[in-house]
């Protein structure tokens, strides 16, 4: 079955130290983004990106990298520049041309800062 | 910018209630609209969609009606069951192609009692 794997599913980490979550899928959509949800604040976009070797930020950039060099994968770098990241983090993605509205998500990664 | 606007929660009702959660919206032209549900522990699922003014989408017995008059998006169900439990969210896709994904309300959590 087509999807979005999200890992890992629960991460800690102290302060100062940078963590990347993964995110991978095979519905051999273009388009890729990163969300940061907090409760009752909904989902900010923090970076999206539309085709390979290629990203924009979203909102909340600060202190988050990404890299784009597959297709498939789209991974999320928390940096220890990020003051608050204790949070969920969705992975979503999208095709281009019909269907481009409709956004697929990942089960979700959740970042505990010690 | 685009904004969507729901109701607070968390709405608890009893099973067999009707359901209605009240969505909002600020956008340019002719947006999508959608609503996702998110059920504990997990991402976002989509739950059904409108692309044009007077549009009803519809699924699992959950409706909206895409209302450009009153630039709203309600949510609603004629008999909600405790398997309905979940956090609801409205969100847009600007009619400009909107390459940065979604604009997402804050959510609504709700709540069915047996």
């Known amino acids: 079955d087509g999807g979005i794997t999200q890992s890992p599913k629960y991460l800690f980490r102290k302060e100062g130290q940078n963590v990347t979550l993964s995110c991978e899928q095979n519905l051999n959509h273009d388009a890729m983004y990163w969300y940061r949800q907090d409760p009752g604040q909904g989902l900010r976009l923090i970076y999206y990106?539309?085709?390979?070797?290629?990203?924009q930020k979203g909102d909340i950039a600060e202190g988050y990298s990404v890299s784009r060099e597959k297709k498939e994968s789209f991974p999320l770098t928390v940096t220890s520049a990020q003051k608050n990241p204790t949070a969920f983090y969705l992975c979503?993605?999208?095709?281009?041309?019909?269907?481009?509205?409709?956004?697929?998500f990942g089960a979700g990664s959740r970042l505990t800062v010690l | 910018g685009n904004s969507v606007t729901q109701m607070e929660g968390p709405v608890t009702l009893s099973e067999e209630a009707f359901l209605t959660i009240n969505c909002t919206y600020t956008a340019t032209g002719y947006p999508s609209l959608f609503w996702y549900v998110q059920y504990p522990g997990e991402g976002l699922q989509l739950l059904l969609k409108a692309t044009k003014a007077d549009d009803k989408g519809s699924n699992k017995g959950f409706e909206a009606t895409y209302r450009k008059e009153t630039t709203s998006f309600h949510l609603e169900k004629g008999s909600v069951q405790v398997s309905d439990s979940a956090v609801y969210f409205c969100?847009?896709?600007?009619?400009?192609?909107?390459?940065?994904?979604?604009?997402f309300g804050k959510g609504t959590h709700l709540i069915i009692q047996p």
């Open positions: 979503a993605s999208s095709p281009q041309g019909p269907g481009a509205n409709v956004l697929t």
């Open positions: 990106s539309q085709i390979v070797n290629d990203f």
């Open positions: 969100a847009l896709r600007g009619s400009g192609g909107g390459a940065d994904g979604l604009t």
